[in-house]
């Protein structure tokens, strides 16, 4: 019988750790409704839940003052219920149009709108299938970021 892989002293066990809140961004290439035009194998839904599971177990072992999941609109509700909330990127002064999704237990920040410029920046600034321009996709909006921690110290 094999021995069990076992972490570096150097990682604690996070579970004895004093977390005050968590912020969770699986990815959301399985769930995104803007990609439901290309088809998913049961393997790749199978692979995101168990990313999505991973950060509520995470969220449920230790237990944060706040915390917060979020993935733009798609399939995601289906398999965890409803979001708490959602917002767009020009709420929070980003002049372009996103639509996220949030689950968790949370503060939602004051909005700071601003007129979203010709639409998506997504699509025009980020078109296209490398990892480069599906990783400046899934950025979270910096105002939203910045507005979110303001919001739940």
């Given at each position: 019988?094999?021995?069990?892989?076992?972490?570096?002293?150097?990682?604690?066990?996070?579970?004895?750790?004093?977390?005050?809140?968590?912020?969770?961004?699986?990815?959301?290439?399985?769930?995104?409704?803007?990609?439901?035009?290309?088809?998913?194998?049961?393997?790749?839904?199978?692979?995101?839940?168990?990313?999505?599971?991973?950060?509520?177990?995470?969220?449920?072992?230790?237990?944060?003052?706040?915390?917060?999941?979020?993935?733009?609109?798609?399939?995601?509700?289906?398999?965890?219920?409803?979001?708490?909330?959602?917002?767009?990127?020009?709420?929070?002064?980003?002049?372009?149009?996103k639509?996220?999704?949030?689950?968790?237990?949370?503060?939602?920040?004051?909005?700071?709108?601003?007129?979203?410029?010709?639409?998506?920046?997504?699509?025009?600034?980020?078109?296209g299938?490398?990892?480069k321009?599906?990783?400046?996709?899934?950025?979270?909006p910096?105002?939203?970021?910045?507005?979110?921690?303001?919001?739940?110290?």
């Amino acid at each position: 019988m094999s021995e069990q892989p076992r972490l570096p002293d150097e990682f604690p066990d996070v579970r004895q750790l004093n977390i005050h809140g968590v912020l969770a961004a699986p990815v959301c290439t399985v769930f995104a409704g803007s990609g439901a035009r290309w088809p998913r194998t049961d393997e790749d839904v199978r692979e995101g839940l168990a990313l999505v599971d991973a950060c509520l177990r995470i969220c449920q072992a230790v237990d944060p003052v706040w915390w917060v999941m979020e993935n733009p609109v798609g399939k995601l509700a289906k398999w965890i219920g409803n979001p708490v909330n959602s917002f767009q990127p020009s709420d929070y002064g980003d002049p372009y149009t996103k639509k996220t999704l949030l689950w968790g237990r949370f503060t939602m920040p004051e909005q700071t709108p601003v007129e979203p410029v010709d639409g998506s920046k997504l699509w025009r600034n980020y078109g296209g299938k490398s990892d480069k321009t599906k990783t400046e996709r899934s950025v979270t909006p910096h105002g939203f970021a910045q507005a979110f921690f303001k919001a739940n110290p």
